[in-house]
């Protein structure tokens, strides 16, 4: 029902000069509370992954519309970041529970569009509510065992600092406030995530917000801005544009925008960190990786490996914490045959099949990049010990299936280890002890996650030491930080001063007021002009 709401209306459609009735629902515009047919003559199809067939399009948004867009966020904003902080906070109270009660429908269009398994989609909405909403809660002390456990250091987040008495009579404090609008652009592979990674930080801070989904998997926004309106958010807190770079041009250049948070690719994050920043803005950007799992060969063996399959092909690869390339240490090396076995197990298949392990990539040209990348491995000296290339679905031929795949005997120079694959492909590289296995590490160029697998306390020490990358895991594959913490990609995985959510997120989405007073007695009044610096 939630969907339907949104997308029932099916329009004629006009492409370039060609006008035509369209059979797909189109995606509409969120502006000043009304969600909107764009008026745009550029339309993009939005594809099911595992079939390929069309289900929808998206708009590229017109200037008017992008205008009207941002124009709404700012005449909302000086309401909004006039408003409590607690009826800021009970809409967001009321919009966590909305989307509990609309976990099921968001993943079913999470998979349609994205490809995903259901239960994985489940997880997108699951980690996006926990990783924004648990830092809302706990500002409010709600009464429940996790929030009471960080109230304290929440709450002190959003408070100031006072200092009295910093000379005779005279005291400072600071304020935290909002920032005006921000906007927010989005990837493919976390269609509720980011996005709630996203704007309920900016708009429970005072912000209004602009966001722009990726293009490839919009609908699942949509959903989110309809629930968000069901809470209670007033008209213009939430705007929702799309398209592509003309949109995020836009985004980057108007005045109005005060902070932009995006996610995605180094290309398009490298090129709005420098645009965004050009033009007075705060620009946070989380960027691509090729995370390392160093197998040290006292770990437990058994769970290592289970970590390691699920690390490396969940979602199909397509996560930017996806453990994606092995380093496997010493007598560890002769774990692979293993590995490969489990990994052999896994079951591909649409996302919405019982059973899925991993569903289909986002297109057919990432298929398709992929495939290039497992050659270029091979044509390069390395041993394709499991290929997933000519991984067939039954009901599901058209789908951008790609198999898990292993490519070993890989060295730091081969292609398939310096590019991101965003694919269900595990690089396996060999070190003789840890040392080499940090120094293959420290000069990869990205340094958004990684993992080591041990049972020695010693060894694990020395590496979260040693090793420069923003989120370390120890025996944990996947160490996405929960919303006490903040996601701490660094290096060529995050451009920007401020990391997303937790207190860095809080900062992000806040300006400090600092105030400076002095209430003199009547009979210390001063007698003459003071030109001197106060000392
Ligand atoms: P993408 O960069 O292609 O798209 C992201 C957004 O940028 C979209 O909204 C898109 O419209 C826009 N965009 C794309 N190309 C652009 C360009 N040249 N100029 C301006 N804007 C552009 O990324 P994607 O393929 O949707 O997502 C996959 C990438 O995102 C991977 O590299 C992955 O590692 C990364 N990612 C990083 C994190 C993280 O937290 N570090 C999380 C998720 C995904």
């Not at 079913?108 to 489940?122: H, M, N, P, S, V």
């Not at 590496?463 to 929960?482: A, F, K, M, R, S």
């Amino acid at each position: 029902p939630l969907m339907r709401s949104l997308l029932t209306r099916r329009v004629p459609l006009q492409v370039g000069r060609m006008c035509y009735s369209s059979s797909v629902p189109t995606t509409k515009l969120f502006i000043d509370g009304k969600f909107v047919e764009s008026k745009s003559s550029e339309w993009l199809d939005i594809h099911n992954p595992a079939t390929n067939e069309v289900i929808g399009r998206v708009p590229k948004a017109t200037q008017e519309e992008m205008l009207a867009a941002v124009d709404s966020c700012s005449r909302a904003y000086h309401a909004w970041s006039d408003t409590s902080i607690l009826t800021r906070q009970q809409v967001f109270l009321r919009y966590q529970q909305l989307i509990k009660d609309n976990i099921k429908e968001l993943a079913k269009e999470i998979t349609r569009e994205q490809g995903k398994t259901l239960a994985d989609a489940e997880g997108d909405v699951f980690r996006g509510l926990r990783e924004s909403f648990q830092i809302i809660f706990r500002m409010a002390g709600m009464n429940t065992e996790k929030v009471v456990e960080h109230t304290c250091s929440i709450t002190s987040l959003m408070l100031g600092e006072t200092l009295p008495s910093i000379t005779k009579d005279m005291d400072t404090y600071t304020y935290r406030l909002p920032i005006g609008v921000c906007a927010g652009i989005t990837p493919f592979n976390f269609p509720a995530m980011i996005p709630l990674w996203m704007f309920p930080m900016g708009m429970v801070c005072g912000n209004t917000y602009l966001l722009k989904p990726s293009e490839r998997v919009p609908s699942c926004a949509m959903m989110l801005a309809k629930l968000l309106q069901d809470a209670g958010a007033p008209d213009g807190t939430l705007n929702i544009i799309h398209g592509q770079h003309d949109a995020v041009n836009f985004i980057c250049d108007h005045p109005a925008i005060k902070a932009i948070s995006f996610v995605g690719s180094n290309q398009a994050g490298e090129y709005i960190y420098e645009r965004g920043s050009k033009n007075g803005k705060r620009v946070q950007s989380n960027m691509g990786a090729k995370n390392h799992g160093v197998v040290m060969p006292d770990a437990n063996k058994e769970n290592t490996l289970n970590q390691l399959v699920g690390a490396a092909f969940g979602a199909a690869g397509q996560r930017c914490m996806a453990l994606s390339t092995a380093i496997l240490v010493g007598d560890a090396r002769g774990w692979l045959p293993d590995l490969v076995e489990r990994t052999k197990k896994l079951r591909v298949n649409a996302g919405d099949q019982p059973g899925a392990d991993l569903g289909p990539l986002i297109s057919p040209q990432a298929k398709g990049r992929v495939h290039q990348l497992i050659q270029s491995g091979v044509d390069e000296g390395a041993t394709l010990l499991l290929d997933g290339r000519n991984v067939k679905v039954k009901g599901y031929e058209n789908g951008n299936f790609v198999g898990p795949t292993i490519i070993s005997n890989v060295t730091s120079e081969m292609k398939c280890y310096k590019e991101e694959i965003f694919g269900p492909v595990l690089v396996v590289l060999e070190a003789d002890d840890l040392d080499e296995a940090i120094k293959i590490i420290n000069k990869n160029p990205y340094g958004n996650g990684t993992a080591i697998f041990t049972t020695n306390g010693a060894v694990a020490r020395k590496y979260t030491n040693e090793v420069d990358v923003g989120q370390i895991g120890v025996n944990v594959p996947i160490p996405v930080p929960l919303p006490m913490f903040s996601f701490t990609g660094s290096r060529a995985s995050f451009r920007g001063d401020t990391n997303f959510y937790g207190k860095q997120g809080i900062q992000f989405y806040t300006q400090i007021k600092t105030v400076t007073s002095q209430w003199k007695a009547e009979d210390a009044t001063l007698k003459s002009p003071a030109v001197t610096m106060p000392t």
